[in-house]
């Protein structure tokens, strides 16, 4: 497994339109594609999933792919999160 925190600084957070992108962007990995924020996780190819519980403006995420691909899929999605806005990255 692999995994790399982040903070969200997108204005509207993960909202619906980038959720569902998301969703699209961790469906191309065979690799569990999970988001944590304290103890809520969520899995990152299902679209209610990651709307069950919001990620704001601020929350402190962690990216976490366990599979055969996870070095790609942790890249994929981790690009496609950081280009949301002015995202650091750990």
Not at 34 to 40: D, I, K, Q, S, V
Not at 56 to 79: F, N, Y
Request: hydrophobic share 40%; net charge negative; aromatic share 4%.
């Amino acid at each position: 497994m692999v995994f790399r925190k982040m903070t969200m600084n997108h204005e509207r957070g993960l909202c619906l339109r980038p959720a569902g992108v998301l969703v699209g962007e961790a469906n191309k990995y065979e690799s569990h594609v999970m988001l944590r924020r304290g103890e809520h996780v969520m899995n990152c190819k299902s679209l209610m999933s990651l709307l069950a519980f919001p990620v704001c403006p601020g929350d402190e995420i962690r990216i976490e792919c366990d599979g055969p691909d996870e070095e790609q899929a942790l890249a994929g999605v981790t690009a496609y999160l950081a280009g949301l806005g002015r995202t650091g990255v750990e």
